[in-house]
């Protein structure tokens, strides 16, 4: 995606589209998956690309092995950067847009397939994406406290989640919790067994992708805009896509009277 890169950075981040969805692979397993800048960047890129391209209706992040979903921030590249005398990135500032932000503003389903540990950064992953999808074991949690650091997006959308006590006591004591946990307080929709994982991901994404990508965006851009507006406000907001004049709306209605699948046009 990248110039100038040497093929090990080129392949920090794995994409694919298949089936109508694009595959975001977060591939530093010997770093457990944690962000180096040039990860940061090739993962804006990946979801800009998804946002953009006609041919994806949904799009899955996940990393490579079965220890950690991700990290967060590679510590040993801001160690580095601090003892060269230089500032670690802000976030919200600079010539790139925040990852975060454009994960939110990616106008599909945005399913996160936490496969391992989802710590600090990667925390704040799981939390910019739709849907949450968890292994069995793995933990999650916004670590930032005990590394003098911010969790810039975690402190702002972890308490419009979950209550607002709940978000603090985890921000406050940067503890980590059992996916079963973050279940029970909303935060992931399905944990399931390492050995049937996969599968599970695949079926519910197809799941998905089955309807129409005319509705799935409209979903997502009037949840997105309409987050924080008063109700009067976010019902006359009308962002996104038209569904009710589509062509997919009069297949939609076709095929059920047909008593068949729809065949959507994405229009």
């Known amino acids: 995606m990248t110039d100038g890169l040497t093929p090990a950075e080129e392949n920090e981040v794995l994409y694919e589209v298949r089936d109508r969805v694009a595959r ?3 591939n530093r397993p010997h770093r457990r998956n944690a962000m180096s800048r040039n990860t940061v960047r090739l993962l804006t890129e990946a979801f800009v690309e ?3 391209d006609p041919d994806v ?6 990393g490579t092995g079965d220890k950690a979903f991700c990290a967060g921030g590679d510590m040993k590249e801001m160690d580095d950067i601090a003892r060269a005398g230089r500032q670690v990135h802000t976030p919200m500032t600079g010539t790139y847009r925040a990852l975060l932000e454009v994960m939110l503003e990616t106008y599909k389903p945005v399913i996160a397939a936490v496969n391992g540990h989802a710590i600090a950064g990667g925390c704040e992953i799981v939390l910019a ?3 949450r999808i968890a292994v069995e074991g793995a933990t999650i949690g916004l670590t930032e406290a005990r590394r ?3 969790a810039n997006f975690g402190s702002v ?3 419009r989640l979950v209550p607002r006590a709940v978000a603090m006591d985890l921000l406050y004591t940067a503890r980590t919790i059992p996916v079963e946990e973050a279940r029970d307080l909303g935060l992931i929709n399905r944990v399931v067994p390492r050995e049937t994982f996969t599968d599970a991901v695949e079926a519910y994404v197809q799941e998905i992708v089955a309807n129409s990508p005319v509705s799935l965006r409209r979903y997502k851009e009037m949840a997105t805009k309409s987050w924080g507006l008063p109700m ?6 009308n962002a996104g896509p038209n569904p009710y004049t589509s062509e997919d709306r009069a297949e939609g209605v076709r095929a059920f009277l047909e008593k068949r699948a729809p065949q959507w046009k994405n229009r």
């Not at 209706?57 to 996940?62: D, K, M, S």
Request: aromatic share 4%; hydrophobic share 55%.
């Open 232 to 237: 009067p406000s976010a019902l006359r907001l």
């Open 148 to 150: 003098g650091m911010g």
């Open 129 to 131: 994406s739709d849907v």
């Open 57 to 62: 209706w949904a799009v899955v992040i996940t």
């Open 50 to 52: 998804a946002g953009e």
């Open 157 to 159: 959308v972890l308490p």
């Open 24 to 26: 975001i692979t977060i």
